[in-house]
């Protein structure tokens, strides 16, 4: 019996040395097994080797994919996978073959979004009921804790009582253990009741009577703004809001898409007791491995690792964001259109249904917000606060993520953040980046959109596009920063130190409008993106995008009077297109021919003329003051002091638009230091009209002979030399050097 056992461990002995060589007991029939037919692997960078039994010699490894590499070694195959930089799990099939034997194992690695179960997102606090002071019928206090962004509550729309403000948001609670903070979410659409000043008071159910916790300010601001407590309220049993001024016209309303309360969950991990700051973005000193190794939630032990080894990507994911002053700061200054509110994008972008988790490093600064964006639908997006530590939103719309940080004079502290979750599509700043960065940066994007900076330029504009027709990045986003500086520059804002503060923001438009400008923007239809994209096209014409932003730009009410909103911005237009070595528009256009036909010493009013080329004939005498004061004469500075005297200048005793216009004649000649009225009079500025003018608005438009008597007065008073030449307006961009 002892010989059998012996004999039969022998054969067992023989069997399994047999099974782990190359060959077996039937080499003439090909053979390929392995340990394992599908493998998973964590997030970050590893290898996993499976077992291989083959009675086949010469056998290769492909995969097909950058990320996932194989090789077999010593009868295993080797399975090498790099980190995953990506929410979602990816797979990759590993082939191994030799000759007409192939066989493979299916490999998946986990994605960020593997993990975000072990971040514990905050409570939500129900409210019992609510009560507001002022109400619209139709938007109810109840609409502003509905769980819908859509609809939401508005105060009365009748404002003009004296008493108003102040108006009480009241919210009730019960059975509440603690509170941490409070989001408020303004109307997506439009400005109306976005909340500015109030007082917030609390009553606990200890201490049932309201008391006065604080004063804010959200500014207005169209982010959502959050308020943090100092340290939880136990027991809260009413919050109150009393609003005491609000967008809008009058005196402003008060409105809420969505207010939310809410209490930090008790259940998730004491970061701090390992990374250096609220950031997450570097490890405390003294922290080994081991240390990492040993944290129980594997989100944060993933993310501490890759930190450890240096291999998190931070090119995008951690950065500092700098404060940028409230475009509507140097628009009131200036008395134009509003610059970007896109200063600070990140690079990165989210997907709907989403769990987005990133750190802020955000002590000081409340209203600090970032913006999801999808600019196929519209400009805008959902705004979520940013709170000091852990952030987890809930994406309920994907887009391109900005940092909407802005004050009144731009001084705080820079933020940090780390977007651990969401996927990096890069930007591409002139102010760091160089032409060599351009292909790396565009051909790693995977969104459709990308963003490009500049120094006083932004484009969003899809990437396809960009690869389709820019070669040079920065050469590109230059020529857009010399289009916005020159008309900075035209306006005299270099010279009285009044540049913006913000940046002009070029963006794709999906709509039929084909370009436009409007408020922090100037936006362009999706047909007209292979011209915008190309250096070459844009330098040969650039009508359009310099159009746009001569809108914004137009000094209001100065230069901007009823019927002049598409000639003035034209000054503009022209002076981008000739500066650049384009012929000029009313040359090409034959648009001089028909001004001196059609509205030259006829006696017509110029705000009257609704002829052939009307706007475009219009705007000839605003640029023959440029060709003959600054190209003729020299005097450089002429438009420069003129738009610095319309942001100046007090309008408080203009009756109708026709001031503006006599004004216009009044400070053209005083800058000029030119008695220029018989300029002004064969041009119809000063022409008696009494007309109703259609303008995207429409106003009345006088000027009266007495006004005209008065004006002409008063200049020939000043003495003011007339110009040597009688016939200025006959000057056009041909004959320049007639009048030199």
């Not at 809001?241 to 930090?264: H, I, N, P």
């Not at 993106?529 to 009508?543: D, G, R, V």
């Amino acid at each position: 019996m002892r010989k059998e056992v012996i004999l039969y461990f022998c054969i067992y002995l023989l069997f399994i040395s047999c099974s782990k060589k190359t060959e077996l007991s039937t080499p003439d029939i090909p053979q390929l097994e392995f340990s394992f037919n599908s493998i998973t692997i964590g997030r970050l960078a590893s290898k996993q080797v499976v077992g291989v039994t083959t009675n086949v010699e010469n056998l290769v490894c492909e995969t097909g994919v950058d990320w996932c590499v194989a090789n077999y070694e010593n009868g295993e195959v080797v399975i090498e996978a790099f980190t995953n930089p990506n929410a979602d799990t990816r797979a990759a099939i590993v082939f191994v073959s030799s000759g007409n034997l192939k066989k493979s194992i299916t490999v998946s690695q986990l994605g960020l979004n593997s993990y975000e179960g072990d971040i514990k997102g905050d409570i939500k606090l129900e409210v019992k009921k609510a009560t507001a002071s002022s109400v619209q019928p139709g938007a109810e206090i109840k609409y502003s804790f509905d769980g819908n962004f859509d609809k939401g509550y508005h105060s009365n729309w009748s404002n003009t009582a004296t008493n108003y403000f102040p108006i009480r948001l009241t919210y009730e609670f019960e059975n509440i253990p603690t509170m941490d903070y409070i989001i408020y979410y303004p109307r997506k659409i439009g400005v109306n009741g976005n909340i500015k000043e109030f007082e917030l008071w609390i009553a606990t159910e200890d201490n049932p009577t309201l008391t006065k916790y604080g004063d804010y300010n959200f500014n207005g601001s169209s982010a959502s703004s959050r308020v943090t407590f100092s340290k939880a309220i136990t027991k809260p049993a009413t919050i109150q809001l009393v609003v005491k001024s609000g967008a809008g016209d009058g005196q402003g309303f008060v409105s809420c898409a969505e207010m939310e309360f809410y209490r930090k969950n008790p259940d998730n991990f004491d970061f701090l007791s390992i990374f250096k700051d609220n950031s997450c973005s570097e490890l405390k000193p003294g922290i080994t491995e081991s240390d990492v190794m040993a944290i129980s939630n594997d989100f944060f032990k993933d993310m501490a690792l890759e930190i450890f080894r240096n291999e998190y990507n931070q090119e995008f994911r951690i950065q500092e964001y700098r404060p940028w002053q409230d475009p509507a700061v140097m628009a009131k200054v200036n008395r134009t259109s509003t610059y970007s509110l896109r200063d600070n994008p990140t690079g990165i972008y989210v997907t709907a249904g989403e769990e987005f988790v990133f750190f802020a490093n955000n002590p000081y600064h409340e209203n600090v917000s970032i913006l999801i964006q999808d600019l196929e639908n519209g400009f805008g997006g959902n705004s979520y606060p940013v709170a000091n530590g852990l952030n987890k939103i809930n994406v309920t719309s994907g887009g391109l993520v900005y940092v909407m940080y802005h004050t009144k004079d731009a001084t705080e502290d820079p933020v940090k953040i780390n977007f651990v979750t969401g996927t990096i599509n890069g930007y591409f700043d002139s102010q760091k980046h160089n032409t060599e960065d351009w292909d790396r940066l565009l051909s790693n994007a995977g969104y459709k959109h990308f963003d490009i900076l500049g120094e006083y330029a932004h484009l969003t504009f899809p990437t396809e596009k960009f690869r389709e027709n820019t070669p040079d990045g920065l050469a590109l986003i230059n020529k857009y920063d010399e289009l916005v500086r020159l008309e900075w520059e035209f306006m005299g804002l270099f010279k009285y130190n009044k540049n913006f503060n913000n940046r002009m923001y070029f963006h794709v438009d999906y709509t039929d409008s084909y370009m436009y400008s409007t408020s922090y923007r100037t936006a362009y239809v999706t047909g007209t993106m292979n011209e915008l994209c190309s250096q070459n096209k844009f330098a040969t014409s650039p009508w359009g995008p310099a159009h746009e932003v001569g809108h914004s730009n137009q000094t209001r009410p100065g230069l901007k009077w009823i019927g002049m909103t598409e000639v003035t911005n034209n000054i503009h237009s022209m002076h981008i297109q000739t500066s650049w070595g384009n012929q000029s528009r009313l040359i090409v256009d034959g648009v001089y021919n028909t001004a001196f036909n059609n509205l030259l010493n006829r006696g017509i009013p110029h705000n009257g003329y609704d002829g052939d080329k009307g706007v475009f004939v219009k705007l000839v005498p605003f640029w023959q003051l440029k060709l003959y004061l600054l190209d003729a004469l020299g005097k450089d500075d002429f438009y420069k002091d003129l738009y610095e005297y319309m942001r100046n200048q007090d309008y408080s005793q203009a009756t109708n638009d026709g001031f503006y216009q006599l004004d216009f004649v009044r400070a053209a000649c005083r800058i000029a230091n030119l008695d220029l009225t018989q300029f002004f009079k064969a041009w119809g500025f000063l022409e008696p009209v009494d007309i109703t003018v259609k303008d995207y608005a429409t106003k009345q438009f006088t000027i009266t002979q007495n006004e005209i008597d008065d004006l002409k007065a008063e200049i020939a008073a000043k003495n003011y030399p007339k110009p040597e030449h009688s016939n200025i307006f006959e000057i056009t961009d041909n004959n320049v050097s007639n009048y030199r």
